[in-house]
């Protein structure tokens, strides 16, 4: 499972994924919302056939 930095932002899956952050590993089913602070090292496995929505939050100061 590779490790990304970001912005803040939430994912929604439609499937079943694994995200890593702070050292463990939660599961994220069908249907669940997880927001992630920015900045925070984390990574994603799917477990199956998996969709995400990811909304991300950039601050208004950034130009990208």
Do not use: C, I, N, W
Not at 10 to 27: E, H, N, P, S
Request: charged content about 15%.
């Amino acid at each position: 499972m590779a490790l990304h930095h970001a912005s803040s932002g939430q994912v929604v899956a439609l499937g079943t994924l694994d995200v890593q952050f702070d050292g463990g590993v939660k599961l994220l089913e069908a249907d669940q919302v997880m927001y992630l602070a920015g900045g925070v090292p984390h990574g994603l496995h799917a477990l199956e056939d998996t969709r995400l929505l990811m909304a991300v939050v950039l601050p208004a100061s950034r130009t990208d």
